[in-house]
């Protein structure tokens, strides 16, 4: 099994950063797609931003050039760098990391979620 842990969430003020991380850990033999999603409410949840093995990035349009997600495969940790944030980037954040297990299983794991609220 394979367990998700974040942390990072809060309040911040419109303009201000946070940073968001999330570590793995078990039974992990590779880590393929790490990302972070997120769901307002009354909202589905969608994508913000998506790294691969071989950090390439993937953002939501919305998040493009205010967000950075980066990864390292030594400490099975990702980050979400959040920078000019606005009141509507409100909402709970979820880590998401995929990969496979030491018995060469599939797994496709959620974090418990943070919330990320931005407000004067």
């Known amino acids: 099994q394979v367990q998700l842990v974040e942390s990072g969430g809060g309040l911040v003020q419109p303009g201000g950063s946070l940073e968001l991380s999330c570590t793995a850990s078990?039974?992990?033999?590779?880590?393929?797609?790490m990302g972070w999603y997120r769901q307002a409410p009354g909202k589905e949840r969608a994508l913000v931003a998506r790294?691969?093995?071989?950090?390439?990035?993937d953002y939501a349009e919305a998040v493009k050039g205010r967000f950075t997600i980066s990864r390292d495969n030594g400490l099975n940790t990702v980050y979400l760098q959040m920078s000019s944030l606005k009141p509507e980037d409100t909402a709970v954040y979820y880590c998401?990391?995929?990969?496979?297990?030491?018995?060469?299983?599939?797994?496709?794991?959620w974090g418990q979620g943070t919330q990320v609220t931005v407000s004067s």
């Open positions: 790294v691969t093995s071989g950090h390439s990035t």
């Open positions: 998401n990391v995929m990969g496979y297990t030491q018995v060469r299983e599939v797994y496709d794991v």
């Open positions: 078990g039974s992990i033999y590779t880590i393929n797609a």
